[in-house]
Every structure is written in C-alpha cells, then in structure tokens.
C-alpha cells in the first residue's frame, strides 16, 4: 500500500499551546484528509483538502495541502483539553484512502 | 439518522471459528470499506465497495470475504480465525468517494485466541 509518514508519533500539550503535525508520502494523491480519533470511536472528518496549495481553515484547525501533493501539514491553535485524541492524516487516490499511523496528542500533567 | 452502524461492538473467537462483522448504512452512500486498525499502524483498507454487486480488494484482503447485495449493507466475513486477525475493525461509507469524505462507524473489537 501507499506509505504516508505521520509526525510527530505522539506529543503533549498545555492548554493554550498551538500544535502542529504534518504528513508526507512518496506518493502523490488527489485529496488530503485530516481526522480526529477520541477512545472508542470512529475516526470523524476535520478537514478536507481538494487542491494543491490549498490552505483551508476549521474553527481552531487549519490545514495546507502541499504543492507538490505529497505532504499536508495540520495545525490546532490555542488548544484546549478536548483536543486530546489520536489525528490521522490520510491521502485519496482511485477508490483507496491510505493512512497515517497517527499523531497521539495528550494533555502534559 | 444513524450513519454508520456497526455490530457486534465486541467479539471474542477461538482460532479456526468464523464470524460475520455487520455494517449498515442509512446515508444512501454507494460507496463502504473495511479498514482495521492496529497500534502504531493506522488503518489499513481491507475491502471496498463501490456500488451494490460490486466489490475489490483493498491493502490487506487475506482471510477476509465481502459482499454487497443492497446500498444499505456490506458485511465482512472471517471464514476462519487466526490470531492475526486481533484488531478493531472499522466500517465507513461515503457518498461516492471521489469528492465526499468517508464517515465511520464505531468500530467493532475482535479479538482470536
């Protein structure tokens, strides 16, 4: 399968921080996904990106589709505890939606 | 409005014992897939649907069958459990994939001893 690399793995945050992760892949894919994973649930939608270069924002969350399409980067500012969860970055190409192994973002003690 | 439903939310089976996961959709959504989901490796595409009566495979399709003789629903089956097969198993659909996100279900937990 198509090998899209997810970084950071994990990271904690203090509320009020802004965080950022980003995705790349040796693959080029037509859309750019950003999805949030609280416990015992499905992943759901944040942010979706149709266009290369395209920079969409989502209340706290903003997100770039690179220009090259083979990276995506997402950023929360002014984090608040809810925001804790597992992010997943995933690239479209045909019928097949290829994902990131996740960002765990925790709240630091 | 459901979405996507899932059942069972937990199952326990003994190596070589099969099963089928449910998933059922009230979206009209022509197209569903079956990721699972392991620690550190994301979720992994296992099949996928684009239409009833229409099925392929996807990264990881090894001892697993699907069909989709409605809209509605798009069942996977475990004709044979290995302990391999641990895992928690996603559902999700999607009007027609190419420029509408794919929404989940809430998963079902697997586990094979």
């Known amino acids: 399968g198509q090998q899209l690399n997810q970084s950071p793995q994990s990271m904690f945050i203090q509320e009020g921080e802004d965080v950022s992760m980003n995705c790349t892949s040796s693959s080029i894919f037509n859309t750019w996904l950003w999805y949030k994973q609280d416990p015992g649930e499905g992943p759901v939608l944040l942010i979706a990106l149709y266009k290369a270069g395209e920079l969409t924002s989502n209340g706290r969350l903003t997100a770039q589709f690179g220009i090259t399409r083979k990276d995506s980067f997402l950023n929360i500012s002014a984090s608040i505890p809810s925001d804790v969860g597992i992010y997943f970055c995933a690239g479209h190409n045909d019928y097949k939606l290829s994902f990131g192994a996740g960002t765990t973002v925790t709240v630091r003690a | 409005n459901a979405g996507v439903t899932q059942t069972p939310k937990f199952q326990v089976l003994k190596t070589g014992q099969s099963m089928t996961l449910q998933c059922a959709q009230d979206?009209?959504?022509?197209?569903m897939s079956w990721y699972r989901q392991d620690p550190g490796m994301g979720l992994r595409l296992i099949h996928y649907s684009v239409g009833a009566g229409i099925t392929d495979q996807g990264e990881v399709p090894n001892g697993y069958n699907v069909s989709r003789s409605t809209t509605e629903d798009f069942p996977l089956r475990l004709l044979s459990a290995a302990p391999s097969q641990t895992s928690v198993y996603f559902c999700a659909s999607a009007r027609n994939f190419i420029d509408s996100p794919l929404h989940f279900g809430n998963g079902t937990r697997l586990t094979v001893t």
């Open positions: 979206m009209n959504h022509e197209y």
